[in-house]
């Protein structure tokens, strides 16, 4: 992960479009942010459906879809604001008070 200064935030990128993996890398992320364990970030199903974001930029079975690089989701937790990208780019931006 690393601080990118036009974003102000922390990114990261998620290759792996494993669903169970989506949660992790995004927890960790925020974790990382935060200086936090995983362990003490909120549930990620508590602020969206997990499935349901690796679902929407899961590498989809038909061939007209397969290359979607546009596209983003953005919530918050933990106090960061959270960005998945449909291309695997994960941005976090620090809580105010950071």
Do not use: K, W
Not at 19 to 40: G, K
Request: aromatic content about 6%; hydrophobic content about 35%.
């Amino acid at each position: 992960m690393q601080y990118d200064p036009g974003e102000e935030a922390y990114v990261t990128v998620h290759s792996d479009r494993d669903l169970e993996a989506v949660d992790s890398t995004i927890v960790e992320a925020v974790a990382a942010v935060t200086d936090s364990e995983p362990t003490e970030i909120p549930p990620l199903h508590n602020v969206i459906d997990p499935e349901a974001l690796g679902e929407l930029f899961a590498q989809p079975r038909r061939a007209e879809y397969r290359n979607r690089t546009e596209g983003a989701v953005t919530f918050r937790l933990a106090g960061c604001e959270v960005r998945f990208h449909a291309d695997g780019r994960i941005v976090v931006t620090p809580p105010e008070n950071e």
